[in-house]
C-alpha cells in the first residue's frame, strides 16, 4: 500500500517517543484508535448520560452509542470527500482511522449526568481551575489513561490536533463557562502546534476556538450529525416530541418556509411511525452535504491538515441547528428532565464538598473515601489546586450508576454494606 502524502512525520510525531515493535502492522493513528478503544474510560461511556439517564431504557443512546454512531458518520464523511474533485487521490487522502480515532474519543472526558454534570463540576472547580469535557478529554489522552507514568496514551500530534475543539486556556477564557482548555495543559497545545505562537488575530475565544484541523472540522460536524438527529429520535420514542408538542412549539414561533417544512416531514414520520428511518436517511444528506475548500493558515506550511476548511452546506446546518433548538425547548427543558439535571447537581456537589474537606482543603479526617492508589497521589501533590484535579479526575470518570451508589453510600443510612464496593 503506498505512502498517504496528506501526512508526514511532523503529524505522527509524539512527545515522547514511541517503542516500536518489530514486523507492526498498524499505523500511528491506528494505534492511537486501537488504545482508545481498550481503555476502561472508553468503557465507561456505556453507562453515561447522552439524553436520557443510562439505564432508563435499553434502546436510548448513551454517551457510548453515540460515539460509535460518530465514528461511523466520520469515516463516511471521509469517503464521501474522496470522491469529490482533485482535492485528494488515492496516495494523499484524509486518512479515516485518525477521524475514526478523534470520534471515539471526543467524549471521553465527560462526567457523568451529562451536561448537567460538566456545568456542576465546571463550578466546583471555578478556585481551583475550572473542569471543561474536551480539556478532560485531552486529559485522559496525556495523562491519566492507563496511569502508566502520567503520560496517558502518548497520542500522535494529529491525533491531538483533531479533538481539540478549543484551544483557549482557562487564563484567557474570563470566567467563560465552557469552551476552554486547563493552564497547564498549554505545552499540550504547543506540542500540537509544533511550537507556532498564534498570530495576533487569532484572539482567545470563539475566534481561536474556531481554528481547527481538517479531521477536528470532520469529528465536529459527524457529532452534530449524529446528536442533532439522535436525540430527536431519542426524544420520539421516549414520547417527549409528539405532533401535539411540535405543532404546538411551531406555533409559538416564526418559522420560516424551511423550518415550517422540516417541522411537517418529522411530524409525518411521526404519525407513519417511520422515525428511525426517516432520519437515518437524513444522515446520508448530511454527509453529502460536506465538501473541501483549500485554506491557507499558519500552519499551512507544516501540515495538509491545515490546507483545507470544510464547508459544509447552510441549509443542513440551518436544520442541524433547528433540530437542536427543538430538542433543547421540548426535551432539556421539560420538567422531567430539569428535575433529574437538579437532582444530579445535588449529588455532584455533596459529593465533591465531602471530598474537598477531606483532600483537597485537607480538614484533618482520616477517613478513606477514596481507592488506596488515587490518595496516594493526592498525598504527593504540591498544592490544593493539584489535589483538587485528582479528586475531579475521579469523580468525572464515574458512571451515572456509579455516582448514584457512591452518594448513597455516603448519605443514605439505609444503603450500603461491608461488602458493597463497586
Same mark, same amino acid.
Given at each position: 500500500?503506498?505512502?498517504?502524502?496528506?501526512?508526514?512525520?511532523?503529524?505522527?510525531?509524539?512527545?515522547?517517543?514511541?517503542?516500536?515493535?518489530?514486523?507492526? !502492522?498498524?499505523?500511528?493513528?491506528?494505534? +492511537?484508535? #486501537?488504545?482508545?478503544?481498550?481503555?476502561?474510560?472508553?468503557?465507561?461511556?456505556?453507562?453515561?448520560?447522552?439524553?436520557?439517564?443510562?439505564?432508563?431504557?435499553?434502546? $436510548?443512546?448513551?454517551?457510548?452509542?453515540?460515539?460509535?454512531?460518530?465514528?461511523?458518520?466520520?469515516? /463516511?464523511?471521509?469517503?464521501?470527500?474522496?470522491?469529490?474533485?482533485?482535492?485528494?487521490?488515492?496516495?494523499?487522502? *484524509?486518512?479515516?482511522?485518525?477521524?475514526?480515532?478523534?470520534?471515539?474519543?471526543? +467524549?471521553?472526558?465527560?462526567?457523568?449526568?451529562?451536561?448537567?454534570?460538566?456545568?456542576?463540576?465546571?463550578?466546583?472547580?471555578?478556585?481551583?481551575?475550572?473542569?471543561?469535557?474536551?480539556?478532560?478529554?485531552?486529559?485522559?489522552?496525556?495523562?491519566?489513561?492507563?496511569?502508566?507514568?502520567?503520560?496517558?496514551?502518548?497520542?500522535? &500530534?494529529?491525533?491531538?490536533?483533531?479533538?481539540?475543539?478549543?484551544?483557549?486556556?482557562?487564563?484567557?477564557?474570563?470566567?467563560?463557562?465552557?469552551? !476552554?482548555?486547563?493552564?497547564?495543559?498549554?505545552?499540550?497545545?504547543?506540542?500540537?502546534?509544533?511550537?507556532?505562537?498564534?498570530?495576533?488575530?487569532?484572539?482567545?475565544?470563539?475566534?481561536?476556538?474556531?481554528? =481547527?484541523?481538517?479531521?477536528?472540522? @470532520?469529528?465536529?460536524?459527524?457529532?452534530?450529525?449524529?446528536?442533532?438527529?439522535?436525540? *430527536?429520535?431519542?426524544?420520539?420514542?421516549?414520547?417527549? @416530541?409528539?405532533?401535539?408538542?411540535?405543532?404546538?412549539?411551531?406555533?409559538?414561533?416564526?418559522? #420560516?418556509?424551511?423550518?415550517?417544512?422540516?417541522?411537517?416531514?418529522?411530524?409525518?414520520?411521526?404519525?407513519?411511525?417511520?422515525?428511525?428511518?426517516?432520519?437515518?436517511?437524513? @444522515?446520508? +444528506?448530511?454527509? &453529502?452535504?460536506?465538501?473541501?475548500?483549500?485554506?491557507?493558515?499558519?500552519?499551512?506550511?507544516?501540515?495538509? &491538515?491545515?490546507?483545507?476548511?470544510?464547508?459544509?452546506?447552510?441549509?443542513?446546518?440551518?436544520? /442541524? =441547528?433547528?433540530?437542536?433548538?427543538?430538542?433543547?425547548?421540548?426535551?432539556?427543558?421539560?420538567?422531567?428532565?430539569?428535575?433529574? #439535571? $437538579?437532582?444530579?447537581?445535588?449529588?455532584?456537589?455533596?459529593?465533591? /464538598?465531602?471530598?474537598?474537606?477531606? !483532600? @483537597?482543603?485537607?480538614?484533618?479526617?482520616?477517613?478513606?473515601?477514596?481507592?488506596?492508589?488515587?490518595?496516594?497521589?493526592?498525598?504527593?501533590?504540591?498544592?490544593?489546586?493539584?489535589?483538587?484535579?485528582?479528586?475531579? #479526575?475521579?469523580?468525572?470518570?464515574?458512571?451515572?450508576?456509579?455516582?448514584?451508589?457512591?452518594?448513597?453510600?455516603?448519605?443514605?443510612?439505609?444503603?450500603?454494606?461491608?461488602?458493597?464496593?463497586?
Amino acid at each position: 500500500m503506498p505512502a498517504n502524502r496528506f501526512y508526514s512525520t511532523f503529524d505522527s510525531e509524539t512527545l515522547k517517543p514511541r517503542p516500536t515493535h518489530p514486523g507492526e !502492522y498498524r499505523s500511528a493513528f491506528q494505534i +492511537d484508535r #486501537d488504545r482508545i478503544i481498550h481503555s476502561s474510560a472508553f468503557r465507561r461511556l456505556q453507562n453515561k448520560t447522552q439524553v436520557f439517564l443510562s439505564g432508563e431504557y435499553d434502546f $436510548y443512546r448513551t454517551r457510548l452509542t453515540h460515539s460509535i454512531e460518530v465514528a461511523q458518520i466520520g469515516r /463516511s464523511i471521509c469517503g464521501w470527500l474522496m470522491q469529490q474533485g482533485d482535492a485528494l487521490a488515492e496516495d494523499c487522502f *484524509i486518512d479515516a482511522d485518525l477521524v475514526e480515532c478523534a470520534c471515539l474519543a471526543h +467524549d471521553l472526558g465527560h462526567p457523568p449526568f451529562g451536561h448537567t454534570g460538566e456545568r456542576t463540576l465546571h463550578q466546583l472547580m471555578q478556585p481551583y481551575g475550572g473542569f471543561e469535557g474536551n480539556a478532560q478529554t485531552l486529559r485522559l489522552l496525556t495523562q491519566t489513561l492507563f496511569n502508566e507514568g502520567r503520560d496517558g496514551m502518548n497520542p500522535t &500530534r494529529a491525533l491531538l490536533d483533531a479533538i481539540l475543539k478549543y484551544k483557549t486556556l482557562h487564563i484567557e477564557a474570563g470566567g467563560a463557562p465552557n469552551h !476552554y482548555l486547563y493552564d497547564d495543559q498549554e505545552v499540550w497545545l504547543d506540542f500540537t502546534l509544533g511550537g507556532q505562537a498564534f498570530p495576533v488575530e487569532l484572539t482567545p475565544g470563539e475566534t481561536r476556538n474556531g481554528f =481547527k484541523s481538517i479531521e477536528c472540522q @470532520i469529528m465536529d460536524w459527524a457529532d452534530d450529525t449524529a446528536y442533532s438527529l439522535n436525540d *430527536i429520535a431519542d426524544g420520539i420514542h421516549a414520547g417527549f @416530541i409528539t405532533v401535539t408538542s411540535l405543532e404546538h412549539w411551531a406555533e409559538e414561533r416564526r418559522l #420560516d418556509n424551511a423550518q415550517a417544512e422540516h417541522v411537517t416531514f418529522l411530524c409525518k414520520a411521526i404519525r407513519e411511525k417511520r422515525v428511525e428511518a426517516r432520519l437515518n436517511r437524513n @444522515i446520508g +444528506d448530511y454527509i &453529502r452535504a460536506t465538501k473541501l475548500v483549500p485554506e491557507s493558515n499558519f500552519l499551512s506550511a507544516m501540515s495538509k &491538515r491545515h490546507q483545507f476548511r470544510l464547508e459544509i452546506d447552510p441549509d443542513m446546518k440551518a436544520q /442541524s =441547528k433547528l433540530n437542536k433548538r427543538i430538542s433543547l425547548d421540548i426535551v432539556f427543558r421539560s420538567p422531567q428532565l430539569q428535575q433529574l #439535571d $437538579y437532582k444530579a447537581d445535588v449529588i455532584l456537589t455533596k459529593m465533591f /464538598s465531602v471530598l474537598r474537606d477531606r !483532600y @483537597i482543603e485537607q480538614d484533618g479526617s482520616n477517613l478513606h473515601l477514596l481507592p488506596a492508589t488515587v490518595e496516594a497521589e493526592i498525598a504527593k501533590a504540591p498544592d490544593a489546586a493539584s489535589r483538587a484535579r485528582l479528586v475531579c #479526575d475521579w469523580v468525572a470518570s464515574m458512571t451515572d450508576a456509579f455516582a448514584f451508589r457512591t452518594y448513597r453510600r455516603l448519605f443514605d443510612a439505609n444503603f450500603g454494606s461491608i461488602t458493597d464496593f463497586v
